[in-house]
């Protein structure tokens, strides 16, 4: 598909997915479990880093789910030195260099923001985040709602200050949340791609899902390759499915 991104397989919708993400540069993938979210994470990733939209790509998931990313990105891009950013010497390995960290949402909390004091939204940046900010980052959010879902605390409030931080220095900075959450049972989770919007997140959050259930949704089909035609591709999509 692209060079950086080589899956031995794929689905139609799944290309579909990576486009539409990247062109809204914010968006959240809700898909039952083995649609291939993993692959709409690295897709999105390989087109941002091909087009220079982004030099590392950040992933933030579950600690049982640190080597699974690691594994499938070894088998499936070919992205530079991935860094498994978790441990007592996670310090040490990001600073060997890397294009691809891979963390925990708890171990991010920690090293994304250091905050005045407890419930305080006041907060300096930590270690992680100071090497974001000399980098043009894409955040990609592995099962975002169960871990982003709870607005008021401490990890919510670390990803915040984070995403607001990043925002100042690029407002076109790429984030993508994934999740197999039915979006229905909280739609306040329709904010967790971008936790540190402005006062339109609302608004922004509803343009920005992609939901995908069997059976419901014909996406269009998106010929295979990337930049520029994926992204005509896209502008019509209504207009795609209408003639399946």
């Known amino acids: 598909m692209t060079a950086l991104y080589h899956p031995s397989w794929h689905i139609p919708f799944q290309v579909e997915l990576m486009a539409r993400s990247y062109l809204l540069r914010q968006a959240m993938v809700v898909a039952d479990m083995g649609l291939g979210k993993t692959h709409v994470g690295m897709g999105l990733s390989a087109y941002a880093l091909m087009d220079a939209s982004a030099d590392v790509v950040l992933i933030c998931c579950e600690k049982g789910k640190l080597y699974d990313w690691r594994d499938e990105l070894a088998v499936s891009t070919a992205f530079g030195p991935v860094v498994v950013y978790y441990g007592p010497d996670r310090a040490k390995r990001l600073a060997r260099g890397a294009q691809v960290v891979i963390t925990t949402y708890e171990t991010a909390r920690q090293d994304l923001a250091i905050f005045e004091k407890k419930g305080s939204r006041k907060a300096s940046d930590g270690p992680l985040l100071a090497w974001l900010t000399c980098r043009r980052p894409v955040i990609?959010?592995?099962?975002?709602?169960?871990?982003?879902?709870?607005?008021?605390?401490?990890?919510?409030?670390?990803?915040?200050?984070?995403?607001?931080?990043?925002?100042?220095?690029?407002?076109?900075?790429?984030?993508?949340?994934?999740?197999?959450?039915?979006?229905?049972?909280?739609?306040?989770?329709?904010?967790?791609?971008?936790?540190?919007?402005?006062?339109?997140?609302?608004?922004?959050?509803?343009?920005?899902?992609?939901?995908?259930?069997?059976?419901?949704?014909?996406?269009?089909?998106?010929?295979?390759?990337?930049?520029?035609?994926?992204?005509?591709?896209?502008?019509?999509p209504a207009a795609a499915q209408a003639q399946d």
């Open 140 to 236: 990609i959010y592995d099962e975002a709602s169960a871990k982003l879902g709870n607005r008021s605390s401490a990890l919510y409030k670390a990803h915040a200050h984070m995403l607001r931080q990043l925002r100042k220095l690029d407002p076109k900075l790429i984030v993508c949340a994934l999740t197999g959450t039915p979006i229905e049972r909280d739609w306040e989770n329709q904010r967790v791609p971008d936790p540190g919007a402005g006062p339109d997140a609302d608004r922004q959050g509803v343009r920005g899902l992609l939901r995908l259930r069997p059976g419901r949704l014909r996406p269009a089909e998106v010929p295979q390759g990337p930049d520029a035609r994926v992204r005509r591709a896209v502008r019509a």
